[in-house]
């Protein structure tokens, strides 16, 4: 069974800094391309960064040069360090995973290219 069990989410103040985390099973990892989205209440789901099974990375433009994503094989894990955090990015953070055949150019920016969605790490930034 394909599992995607995301962690490190917390409170914290402004400013401050998350490493969030994202533990894979149930597929080749080193295979695959994987993506952090995130989801505010009320509000629907936006991505936030990209990683590809060669480290290919990319960062939307509402987060871009604040968070680094990167990968470790060995670990089968995907981590997004959140840095100068802000309270507009307080939501529900989740990894996916895209393992089926390219449907689009630039086929990482679109949802309808990823196969398995984790539940997510809630992240709160507050004073």
């Known amino acids: 069974e394909v599992q995607l069990q995301a962690s490190g989410g917390g409170l914290v103040q402004p400013g401050g800094s998350l490493r969030l985390s994202c533990a894979a099973s149930?597929?080749?990892?080193?295979?695959?391309?994987m993506r952090w989205d995130r989801q505010a209440p009320g509000k629907g789901s936006e991505w936030v960064s990209f990683?590809?099974?060669?480290?290919?990375?990319y960062y939307a433009d509402s987060v871009k040069g604040r968070p680094t994503i990167s990968r470790d094989n060995a670990k089968n894990a995907v981590y997004l360090q959140m840095n100068s955090l802000k309270p507009e990015d307080t939501a529900l953070y989740f990894c996916?995973?895209?393992?089926?055949?390219?449907?689009?150019?630039?086929?990482?920016?679109?949802?309808?290219?990823?196969?398995?969605w984790g539940q997510g790490t809630q992240v709160t930034v507050s004073s």
């Open positions: 149930g597929f080749t990892f080193r295979n695959s391309a």
């Open positions: 996916a995973t895209a393992l089926g055949t390219r449907k689009h150019t630039y086929w990482y920016r679109y949802s309808d290219e990823y196969d398995y």
């Open positions: 990683i590809s099974n060669e480290r290919r990375t």
